[in-house]
């Protein structure tokens, strides 16, 4: 059923973004197959961050304002079936002071970590890119259209964000990550984008003590070695003011998983180990996550190591996805 859910809310999700995209191309008909096929394979891959820009309706650099973001990095990923996922952190990210983040250190975690998933549309003749988000960090990102200006030139891809209402205008190079030079047949099998199907834990007899319905998200192993990871809990709320409040804050900030960085895999024991370079809990950069992992068909299945409850009871977790496109 959960599976179905996100099939639906994908489907319907694409379907409106798509009537958007048409009528920003002035269509009657939906474009040729091959056609998009062609230009999603420019963009398919993954693309690292290596430089922003800001330039105010002068063409003048802006070095200095809330417009300018120095220092970030990130990641962006396309694959030829027209899924994408966007990661990006600020430098210097302090760590929660605890093990759980005050609402003001959650608020400042989330106002300077990216992240959103969904698929894309290119539009070829005008340059423009549009991704179609199914979800995000940001629930008033959800569901809607990021539309971006862009250059393909080499292994360097430039996206224009919509000029800001003072005149800015930021752009963001990111360069084309070459894919890993000698890939095993378990990486081969691993690379792709897969949907979250369900996520359940269940103690040393096997009973299930909990899971997780409608919960949505994408993991992304990459040809170059890397993973991307979004999860999101079903019935996220919209600030209802301007600012959020301390529980829409903690409210948005639990409900949302997501990190990045390479990853290796180790054949001999099944078992893949994700490194994150960045990730929304800033506790977490620079720590690894090991995963247990079944392949069967279009699934996957990832373990983390047992762990113990309050009761000193053994739980394992598991987390199953489906491989979407190719």
């Given at each position: 059923m959960q599976a179905f859910v996100f099939s639906l809310l994908i489907g319907i999700v694409s379907l409106v973004a798509t009537h958007d995209v048409s009528a920003q191309r002035g269509?009657?008909?939906?474009?040729?197959?091959?056609?998009?096929r062609a230009a999603n394979d420019r963009f398919a891959g993954i693309w690292k961050l290596?430089?922003?820009e800001t330039r105010d309706a002068k063409d003048q650099i802006v070095s200095?304002?809330?417009n300018v973001r120095a220092g970030r990095s990130g990641y962006i990923v396309y694959d030829s079936a027209?899924?994408?996922g966007v990661t990006i952190a600020w430098p210097a990210r302090p760590a929660f002071a605890g093990a759980q983040p005050t609402a003001q250190e959650a608020r400042?975690?989330?106002s300077t970590y990216t992240s959103y998933w969904g698929s894309f549309a290119v539009n070829e003749a005008n340059s423009i890119v549009t991704h179609q988000t199914f979800g995000a960090l940001s629930p008033a990102t959800s569901g809607i259209n990021q539309v971006r200006g862009f250059t393909i030139s080499g292994n360097r891809l430039t996206l224009r964000p919509p000029t800001l209402a003072n005149g800015d205008q930021r752009t963001l190079t990111w360069e084309?990550?070459?894919d890993l030079p000698n890939l095993t047949p378990t990486h081969r099998k691993l690379i792709g984008f897969w949907k979250l199907i369900s996520l359940e834990r269940r103690n040393g007899k096997g009973e299930?003590?909990?899971?997780?319905?409608?919960q949505t998200g994408f993991i992304v192993y990459t040809a170059s070695g890397h993973v991307m990871v979004h999860m999101m809990q079903p019935y996220r709320r919209r600030n209802v003011g301007a600012a959020p409040t301390p529980e829409e804050t903690m409210a948005t900030y639990r409900t949302y998983t997501s990190y990045f960085g390479p990853y290796t895999v180790n054949e001999s024991e099944q078992s893949v180990v994700h490194h994150l370079a960045g990730a929304l809990n800033p506790?977490?950069?620079?720590?690894?996550?090991?995963?247990?992992?079944?392949?069967?068909?279009?699934r996957l299945t990832l373990k983390p190591p047992v762990t113990k409850n309050s009761n000193g009871d053994d739980v394992q977790t598991a987390i199953t996805w489906e491989r979407v496109g190719d």
């Open positions: 269509e009657d008909q939906p474009p040729d197959p091959k056609a998009v290596v430089g922003e200095a304002g809330p027209g899924y994408m400042a975690a989330m084309r990550v070459p299930l003590l909990s899971s997780n319905p409608g506790r977490l950069t620079g720590t690894d996550f090991q995963r247990s992992f079944e392949l069967s068909g279009k």
